[in-house]
């Protein structure tokens, strides 16, 4: 009589048979017929977009003002700056680069359905609002704040010694008619080196911040030589803006503060310069 252990492995190996019979049946099959089993053929390589396909938007090109306490660029029309060549693309509507000397910044100022985040490069942020919220945002914190029906806010450089480098975005929103809403988090440089992490979302995904609108916004830190790949699906459409260092896209050079645009599916592959690169990836409708 076979012991309790010979039983238990008798069943175990049938179990195992039964299992792979499917996958053995198809390689046998496939083997006949001369081709290599479906099961393990390997995805085939999603194709590169044409560098022809991309549309550049050179630092050198944007608006740009220099108020003593604020120096700003603008890459869309903003304020007194107007090109009505660009106006944003697709919702993404505002990416300013600022950077404000110390003790200052924009006082108290109103929004309404817009989504705003803020990415700190450099120095801190001091953010005060009407719903009484109030933070700090320093570099690897991402900051949504969604406007909503309404809020007044202001942004302020709480340092008397250092200014502060910053990004501020602004997407329209999907969604209307909501009450003003706020997140900050934490997406540590570690979370972000070489890889694309996904900051914000409209489904707060892998702990990303949610916001009111059809985007997903990425974020990388780049050592030199580096890359990271993104295959843009058939639909979507792209805008890669540098925020620091150098990098290449499909083979096309870019420098901090320089933006591109996507609109063919395909892959993009991101490589960084010599000295590195920060940069920040928005997948749009």
Not at 254 to 264: H, I, Q, R, T
Request: aromatic share 6%.
């Amino acid at each position: 009589m076979p012991s309790r252990r010979e039983i238990l492995r008798s069943a175990g190996a049938a179990a195992a048979a039964a299992a792979m019979g499917p996958v053995v049946a198809a390689c046998t099959q496939a083997g006949r017929a001369g081709e290599r089993p479906a099961a393990i053929l390997p995805e085939p390589p999603v194709p590169a977009i044409d560098p022809k396909d991309l549309v550049l938007r050179r630092a050198v090109e944007r608006g740009h003002a220099n108020h003593g306490w604020l120096d700003t660029r603008h890459t869309f029309s903003f304020a007194s700056y107007y090109d009505p060549e660009h106006m944003g693309f697709r919702r993404l509507r505002v990416i300013n680069e600022d950077r404000v000397t110390p003790g200052d910044g924009f006082p108290t100022h109103p929004h309404r359905e817009m989504e705003i985040v803020t990415y700190v490069l450099e120095g801190e942020l001091e953010h005060r609002d009407s719903t009484g919220r109030g933070s700090v945002i320093r570099p690897g914190e991402v900051q949504r704040m969604s406007a909503g029906t309404g809020i007044r806010h202001s942004e302020y450089n709480p340092s008397r010694a250092e200014g502060v480098h910053f990004l501020q975005i602004w997407i329209e929103p999907t969604v209307l008619g909501e009450a003003p809403s706020y997140d900050q988090r934490v997406f540590p440089r570690e979370d972000r080196t070489n890889r694309l992490r996904i900051v914000a979302s409209p489904d707060g995904r892998d702990g990303s911040i949610a916001v009111r609108t059809d985007a997903r916004l990425h974020a990388t830190v780049l050592e030199p030589g580096r890359k990271v790949a993104y295959a843009n699906p058939a639909g979507r459409h792209v805008w890669l803006h540098v925020a620091r260092g150098g990098l290449s896209v499909n083979g096309v050079a870019l420098v901090a503060g320089d933006g591109l645009a996507a609109s063919a599916a395909g892959a993009l592959e991101v490589t960084a310069g010599k000295d590195g690169a920060e940069a920040l990836l928005f997948d749009l409708a």
